[in-house]
């Protein structure tokens, strides 16, 4: 398994779809002209999204007591909540 942090804006990622509860980017497959399958038939490549990097203005910050803080971060094109786990 590949992992990267896919750099991306808030409106990108809000506007990503939803697949069994995981963000994902949805691309068309492409195939060879020799292909036997069906012209009319569609291929697509799903990968799942699992860290991006997402650079923006912190608009706030709220540390819970169970060690889990919520930052608000707006880019611009969007505002989205993040979480952060405090290492035990």
Do not use: K, M
Not at 2 to 12: A, E, I, K, P
Not at 20 to 43: A, K, W
Not at 50 to 68: E, H, Y
């Amino acid at each position: 398994q590949y992992w990267s942090y896919t750099r991306l804006s808030v409106g990108d990622l809000n506007s990503l779809p939803l697949i069994n509860g995981v963000d994902c980017f949805i691309t068309p497959r492409h195939r060879n002209d020799d292909s036997e399958s069906d012209n009319n038939s569609h291929q697509w490549h799903i990968f799942p999204l699992s860290r991006v990097l997402l650079r923006g203005v912190v608009t706030a910050i709220d540390r819970r007591p169970n060690g889990c803080t919520l930052i608000v971060i707006d880019d611009g094109t969007g505002a989205i909540d993040c979480r952060c786990w405090e290492e035990s």
